[in-house]
C-alpha cells in the first residue's frame, strides 16, 4: 500500500483495500509512506507533525502486524515515481494500492508509477482508492466543478450509497508475519524520521499543545462538535472568536 496522503491506520479505505487483496492472494501486506525532502518547503513545524503522527500510525499498523517503510525522494514527481517503483521491485510487489491525491504533482508521480509498473513482466496493476471523501470524487463530479452549491446537489443524493460504518483492519495471519516482520523495518524507521527531522528548515517552532496525529485529531474533532458546531454557521468567518473548527492541520496530513 503507497500511503501518499492519508496518514491513517483506522478509518481508510486504501489500506482496506490492500489488506483485502494481500489475503484473497495469500501475499504479505506492506506499507511504503513517501514523504518530501527538500527544505525549503518544510519547516520544522510542519515536520514535528508529520513525524509525531508517523509514528502513531506505525505503532498501530505494528500492532497489526504490518511493517512500514519510509521512501524520501527530492520532490519531483520523477524522483517520487522513481524511488516507489524501486521499492515495488525490491519487495517484488503483486500488486500497489495508493491514495487518491487531486494535487498536480502527486497525480502525476501516480500516473508515472502506473506506466512504469505496467511496462514490468509481469506487470504489476496500481488501483488508485479515494480514502479522503465520503463520496468518492470521480462519482462525485465528472469534470471540475465552480462552487460548493454544484458539488452539493451530486453528492448529496449519493450519501446514501457511501456514508457507512468503515470496518476495522485486522491482524495480519500468521503467515503473512513470517514473510513481512514489522520488527524488521522498526530500527529502520526510527532512523528515517529522526533523519526527515533533521532535514527541517529552522525558523518555525512547533505549536504548544498541538501535537500531530490520528489520536490528537480525533480528539479536536470532538472538542469542535462538542463546543463549536452549535455556533459555527454564525461564527466562524469572526477571528476575533474562537469559531472555527480549528481542524486544518490534521485533515492536511490526512
Not at 93 to 119: E, M, N, Q, S
Request: with cysteine; net charge positive; hydrophobic share 40%.
Amino acid at each position: 500500500y503507497w500511503m501518499l496522503r492519508d496518514f491513517r491506520a483506522a478509518n481508510n479505505w486504501a489500506l482496506l483495500q490492500a489488506q483485502n487483496m494481500a489475503t484473497q492472494t495469500r501475499l504479505p501486506l506492506r506499507v511504503c509512506v513517501t514523504l518530501p525532502m527538500q527544505k525549503e518547503d518544510q519547516s520544522e513545524r510542519m515536520r514535528t507533525f508529520q513525524v509525531e503522527g508517523l509514528r502513531e500510525v506505525e505503532r498501530d499498523l505494528r500492532g497489526l502486524g504490518i511493517p512500514v517503510h519510509l521512501v524520501s525522494y527530492d520532490g519531483t514527481a520523477d524522483e517520487t515515481a522513481s524511488r516507489v517503483v524501486e521499492f515495488c521491485r525490491a519487495h517484488q510487489a503483486a500488486c500497489v494500492v495508493c491514495d487518491f491525491h487531486p494535487l498536480r504533482l502527486p497525480r502525476t508521480a501516480v500516473t508515472a508509477v502506473a506506466a512504469a509498473l505496467d511496462a514490468e513482466s509481469p506487470a504489476v496493476p496500481l488501483q488508485e482508492t479515494d480514502a479522503r471523501n465520503v463520496v468518492p470524487c470521480w462519482h462525485a463530479y465528472p469534470k471540475q466543478a465552480y462552487g460548493a452549491m454544484v458539488l452539493r446537489r451530486r453528492i448529496m443524493p449519493l450519501l446514501r450509497t457511501f456514508l457507512t460504518r468503515i470496518p476495522r483492519p485486522h491482524k495480519a495471519s500468521k503467515a503473512d508475519r513470517i514473510v513481512a516482520n514489522p520488527s524488521e523495518t522498526r530500527a529502520t524507521w526510527d532512523a528515517d524520521l529522526t533523519a526527515v527531522l533533521a532535514a527541517a528548515r529552522p525558523g518555525v517552532a512547533p505549536v504548544a499543545g498541538m501535537t500531530g496525529g490520528p489520536a490528537a485529531g480525533s480528539q479536536a474533532i470532538e472538542e469542535f462538535l462538542r463546543d463549536r458546531l452549535p455556533r459555527f454557521a454564525t461564527h466562524r468567518n469572526n477571528p476575533l472568536v474562537k469559531g472555527q473548527s480549528g481542524l486544518s492541520p490534521w485533515l492536511h496530513h490526512g
